[in-house]
């Protein structure tokens, strides 16, 4: 069993940045695809990026391609979100998400992730 801490949300005026954590912990061997997805008031879920644990380039949204940045370190089992240039419609509760299915490892199913975190809240004003 996998679990996920996120932390490192936080509000700050557009075009700022942020970096957000996600540590994982437990037994980890079997994920191999992590990501992050979003949601605010009244919107769907959405996916924002997405990256294949054992290998393979990350993939992201392509509302924040350019702007956003996965990346993960595999000694202390984190993830991490840097987000530049930061808009007020990324303004969202962001969610670290798992998967051990290799199938689903893309960004617009990183919502539906069996595994997720509790959420790190993003203000952008």
């Known amino acids: 069993h996998v679990q996920l801490v996120e932390s490192g949300g936080g509000s700050v005026q557009a075009g700022g940045s942020l970096r957000l954590s996600c540590k994982a912990s437990?037994?980890?061997?079997?994920?191999?695809?992590m990501g992050w997805f979003r949601q605010s008031p009244g919107k769907e879920r959405e996916g924002v990026a997405g990256?294949?644990?054992?290998?393979?380039?990350?993939r992201y949204a392509d509302s924040v391609k350019g702007r956003f940045t996965i990346a993960k370190d595999n000694v202390n089992h984190t993830l991490y979100l840097r987000m530049d240039s930061l808009k007020p419609e990324d303004t969202a509760m962001y969610f670290c998400?798992?998967?051990?299915?290799?199938?689903?490892?893309?960004?617009?199913?990183?919502?539906?992730?069996?595994?997720r975190g509790q959420g790190t809240q993003v203000t952008v004003s």
């Open positions: 998400a798992a998967t051990e299915y290799l199938d689903i490892c893309v960004v617009p199913y990183v919502p539906h992730f069996p595994t």
């Open positions: 437990g037994y980890t061997y079997p994920i191999i695809c």
């Open positions: 990256l294949n644990t054992r290998g393979g380039g990350p």
